[in-house]
């Protein structure tokens, strides 16, 4: 485990991955949490695996050597951990609600939402970007989506500080008890939305029926908490890890503040450049498996990986330098298939409201590169701070 993830792949994983791809792109390791995986490290491997039906994200196709994050019932009832026709009857009521119109409804108010958070903090002392900003836009997003009442939208961010960075100290029972608070919380923001709904996404979804079938008490819950969960995460990095990379690459960033048109496809570079999550949900083979030609029996863990397939040379030239205008760009940041992720057009919502206030006020980096501080996890990859200093 240590030779794989350890400090040096927290600090800088692509190394690792191109030595993996370099192997012959599938691995058998042993995972932090100590568990057996085989890891899947090249593009065309990476995106097949996306889209193959023979490998399963549901759980019960989990052999007796998977140790997985242990969730309620009902926080584990979406649409990441279901295969058809579960995912397809999902997806479906889920689809007539999550909308681009909706989506693209909240853009004013996101834009504004940058606007504000970026105006509060100083000139000219550090800021950390992450606390600062990167953590409540997307907060604020996802709360007024969902109809999260304000006061109760910070509360999240703990939890998800206890389960993703836990502090060495923390006591034992705390990431348990995280997901107990996230699952009591969720449960009584349904009730309220059921007894008093409103213009958000939650309510509708409340409300959506197709002929006689609906969502389930479980499934409105679990929905909530992907919601909350992956469009919270991965956003804040990707406004951290997007920052930090421009700052690391002067002439691509200079490109881009004399070029602001360039943006949409900045975001798309960045996204791929550096994704916040590193690997897609574990799948199990529901039969023994071909993979880069190696027999994978059936039950085994897969874990597919998508910063690595985003940095794989024989699809992307040069891909371990930023390029702002690299075109085509097919990156598998927001996965394929069927499992392609619903959020992805609010995040480029998000990061370009994001990215044009940070542009327009000006930032340079506060401290030297070497003295960052990395999640300490092989899963999600993202900055604990990020110091900035602001024009």
Do not use: C
Request: glycine share 8%; proline share 8%; net charge negative.
């Amino acid at each position: 485990m240590s030779e794989l993830f350890g400090r040096a792949f927290h600090a800088d994983p692509y190394p690792t991955y191109a030595r993996l791809r370099a192997d012959g792109g599938i691995r058998q390791v042993s995972t932090p949490d100590g568990a057996a995986a085989w890891v899947v490290t090249r593009y065309d491997d990476v995106r097949a695996g996306l889209a193959d039906p023979v490998l399963s994200v549901d759980r019960s196709n989990a052999g007796a050597g998977y140790r997985g994050f242990a969730l309620p019932p009902a926080l584990d009832a979406n649409l990441l951990n279901l295969d058809p026709p579960d995912h397809t009857r999902l997806r479906t009521l889920i689809a007539g609600e999550f909308t681009p119109r909706r989506v693209q409804a909240l853009a004013p108010a996101i834009t504004a939402a940058a606007d504000e958070l970026l105006a509060a903090l100083p000139s000219g002392s550090p800021v950390d970007l992450i606390a600062g900003f990167a953590a409540p836009l997307p907060l604020r997003v996802i709360g007024d989506l969902l109809g999260v009442p304000p006061a109760d939208r910070t509360r999240f961010r703990g939890w998800t500080t206890t389960l993703l960075t836990p502090s060495p100290d923390q006591p034992p029972t705390a990431a348990r008890d995280a997901v107990v608070a996230m699952h009591a919380f969720l449960v009584d923001l349904v009730a309220a939305k059921r007894a008093d709904p409103g213009p958000d996404l939650l309510s509708g979804l409340i409300a959506v029926r197709d002929d006689e079938d609906r969502l389930s008490e479980a499934e409105l819950v679990s929905m909530a908490f992907l919601a909350l969960w992956a469009g919270y995460e991965n956003l804040v990095h990707l406004i951290g890890n997007g920052v930090h990379a421009l700052l690391s690459a002067p002439d691509q960033l200079a490109d881009l503040r004399a070029d602001e048109s360039l943006l949409p496809r900045a975001i798309e570079e960045l996204t791929r450049y550096d994704q916040p999550l590193q690997w897609a949900i574990r799948r199990f083979p529901t039969r023994e498996l071909d993979i880069a030609g190696v027999e994978v029996p059936a039950g085994d863990t897969v874990l597919l990986g998508i910063a690595s397939a985003n940095h794989d040379d024989a699809v992307f030239d040069n891909p371990d330098s930023l390029q702002l205008r690299r075109d085509p760009n097919p990156h598998l940041s927001y996965g394929h298939g069927i499992h392609r992720s619903f959020g992805s057009r609010l995040s480029q919502v998000e990061a370009t409201a994001a990215f044009t206030a940070l542009l327009a006020r000006g930032f340079a980096l506060a401290v030297a590169p070497d003295a960052l501080r990395w999640q300490p996890s092989f899963r999600n990859r993202g900055l604990l701070e990020l110091p900035i200093l602001l024009g």
